[in-house]
């Protein structure tokens, strides 16, 4: 995957030059276990390194998940930690504003940080101000499963941002990664419980990703064997 990686980063900073706002803005969507975050953390630090590129950030849509505390008040509870990390476990109605202002901020030469949550797999919640997005930023990277969902509401994310990278992968070949993550992360015990967990949610969350996609995507990276 490494010539990928180099080959979406010059994209990125060629596209970024020739963008007419001082802040281009990438969205880097896939299934579970597809490595978007491998991509995404791999594009910046080639980003950083690239003697002509200029500042580059990261951001995870991770901080987004709905709290504990609110998937215990809902009716179907649950279903709801059952499938955690579902379309509907995401704060969509905090998170459509947040991108909004970072269009916003994108537009401008602000010269204000961003903060934003992130995700403690630890407390297995949301940290709010988990993450700072320098004012120095001038490409930020945003990673996530939905964010080229083709979905109401979810749909909206991608008129945010300014180029579409999707990682496409075999969903069958997502089943052990996936299920070794959940079992490093402490969210099953066993590798047994994981793969029951990866089944009757992540596999479905993947085949969503892959199957309801928006239109206009630039860029299709096929992962072969990215390592998360």
Same mark, same amino acid.
């Not at 109605?93 to 537009?107: E, I, S």
């Not at 030469?109 to 997005?133: L, M, N, R, W, Y």
């Not at 419980?193 to 860029?219: F, I």
């Given at each position: 995957?490494?010539?990928?990686?180099?080959?979406?980063?010059?994209?990125?900073?060629?596209?970024?030059?020739?963008?007419?706002?001082?802040?281009?803005?990438?969205?880097?969507?896939?299934?579970?276990?597809?490595?978007?975050?491998?991509?995404?953390?791999?594009? &910046? $630090?080639? %980003?950083?390194?690239?003697?002509?590129?200029? =500042?580059?950030? @990261?951001? !995870?849509?991770?901080?987004?998940?709905?709290?504990?505390?609110?998937?215990?008040?809902?009716?179907?509870?649950?279903?709801?930690?059952?499938?955690?990390?579902?379309?509907?476990?995401?704060?969509?109605?905090?998170?459509?504003?947040?991108?909004?202002?970072?269009?916003?901020?994108?537009?401008?030469?602000?010269?204000?940080?961003?903060?934003?949550?992130?995700?403690?797999?630890?407390?297995?919640?949301?940290?709010?101000?988990?993450?700072?997005?320098?004012?120095?930023?001038?490409?930020?990277?945003?990673?996530?499963?939905?964010?080229?969902?083709?979905?109401?509401?979810?749909?909206? &994310? $991608?008129? %945010?941002?300014?180029?579409?990278?999707?990682? =496409?992968?075999? @969903?069958? !070949?997502?089943?052990?990664?996936?299920?070794?993550?959940?079992?490093?992360?402490?969210?099953?015990?066993?590798?047994?419980?994981?793969?029951?967990?990866?089944?009757?949610?992540?596999?479905?969350?993947?085949?969503?990703?892959?199957?309801?996609?928006?239109?206009?995507?630039?860029?299709?990276?096929?992962?072969?064997?990215?390592?998360?």
């Amino acid at each position: 995957m490494e010539e990928e990686y180099t080959a979406l980063a010059s994209l990125i900073q060629r596209r970024a030059a020739a963008h007419p706002k001082p802040r281009f803005l990438v969205a880097v969507a896939g299934a579970p276990g597809s490595g978007k975050t491998t991509l995404a953390g791999e594009v &910046v $630090s080639r %980003l950083h390194t690239s003697s002509k590129s200029s =500042s580059a950030a @990261l951001l !995870s849509m991770d901080g987004f998940h709905l709290p504990r505390s609110t998937l215990d008040a809902l009716p179907n509870r649950e279903e709801a930690y059952v499938r955690r990390g579902a379309p509907f476990t995401f704060d969509l109605d905090a998170f459509l504003p947040f991108m909004q202002g970072v269009r916003d901020w994108a537009d401008t030469s602000s010269q204000e940080s961003i903060s934003a949550p992130s995700f403690s797999h630890t407390t297995k919640d949301p940290v709010p101000s988990g993450t700072c997005i320098p004012a120095e930023t001038k490409i930020l990277i945003i990673e996530g499963n939905y964010l080229l969902l083709d979905e109401p509401g979810w749909s909206q &994310v $991608s008129t %945010l941002v300014d180029m579409r990278v999707l990682i =496409s992968v075999d @969903l069958a !070949s997502t089943r052990e990664r996936v299920a070794r993550r959940h079992v490093r992360a402490g969210i099953e015990k066993t590798l047994d419980d994981a793969y029951r967990r990866v089944d009757s949610n992540d596999a479905l969350n993947g085949q969503l990703v892959q199957e309801k996609v928006v239109g206009g995507v630039d860029m299709v990276v096929h992962s072969v064997d990215i390592q998360t």
